[in-house]
């Protein structure tokens, strides 16, 4: 797998918006009877939004005809398999990754999520960016996340999970781990006004790689690339054992990664 075919932010950015609009993004390659399949998804977390059904019709079109020991899902996020028993409950609390695990684990198909630790991207992270900024584009990435439920939890409770997860992962001594005052703070002195949960545009928008808003933009940029080099380097290892490879991401990590991903299919 040639990493270097990634596209680039700028390249992405550039791109037309005939290409970038296109959500779902999919493609699908064959070669000598082995093939991969990527979804590139709207982040939805409604059991009802028609991609949930789409992605199904894809996943069962793909999986008819492959043996179920060299197949394997790639996708997104951290979700608790243990945590799935139902359709609904899988996408409410994980979206398009809960519902392609879901129906991976009914076929006794793998799944894998190819990303890297939480503490291992953060120790990455702490070579250009303070533990406090760290901490906000984490705790503001989850915050966009649960805005995009459709029957989120209490937010106070989901903050407070959400601070012991990344305590317990990354184990700073003598480090604030709280939204109020940690968060509140950073996102003042960065962007000279009081954090507004109902503001959801500017939430999403400081905690995606994509535009130049802050010091933010460029963590999650740095995240970004990290975990598409860990994507490319799962799919090519998995394509070298001759998987047939289901991925399911979001739309932009589709487009990023295809021509790398199509280089390696034709190569």
Same mark, same amino acid.
């Given at each position: ?14 791109? @037309? ?6 959500? @779902? ?24 939004? @028609? ?62 999520? @190819? ?153």
């Amino acid at each position: 797998m040639n990493k270097n075919l990634l596209l680039t932010i700028e390249e992405y950015e550039a791109l @037309p918006g005939t290409i970038k609009g296109q959500v @779902p993004y999919i493609y699908s390659l064959d070669k000598d009877g082995q093939s991969l399949f990527y979804f590139g998804a709207k982040h939805v977390m409604d059991p009802k939004h @028609p991609e949930i059904e789409f992605l199904h019709e894809q996943w069962l079109n793909f999986l008819k005809d492959k043996p179920k020991e060299k197949t394997v899902v790639i996708y997104e996020g951290n979700v608790n398999e243990k945590g799935l028993t139902t359709l609904e409950e899988a996408v409410k609390n994980y979206g398009e990754s809960g519902a392609i695990v879901f129906w991976a684990n009914q076929a006794n198909v793998q799944s894998v999520r @190819p990303e890297p630790k939480i503490e291992d991207e953060a120790n990455e992270l702490l070579k250009k960016f303070s533990k406090e900024e760290i901490f906000y584009f984490y705790m503001i990435r989850g915050v966009a996340t649960w805005q995009r439920k459709v029957d989120p939890e209490d937010f106070n409770d989901f903050i407070l999970r959400n601070a012991k997860r990344y305590k317990e992962a990354l184990g700073w001594e003598d480090f604030n781990f709280a939204f109020d005052p940690t968060v509140l703070e950073v996102h003042r002195k960065i962007f000279g006004k009081e954090f507004d949960l109902s503001d959801t545009d500017f939430i999403r928008n400081i905690s995606i790689p994509i535009g130049n808003l802050s010091v933010i933009t460029d963590i999650a940029r740095m995240s970004s690339l990290g975990r598409n080099f860990a994507i490319l380097d799962s799919i090519g290892k998995f394509w070298e054992e001759g998987k047939n490879i289901f991925v399911v991401y979001g739309a932009s990590h589709a487009i990023m990664q295809e021509r790398a991903i199509r280089n390696m299919v034709e190569a």
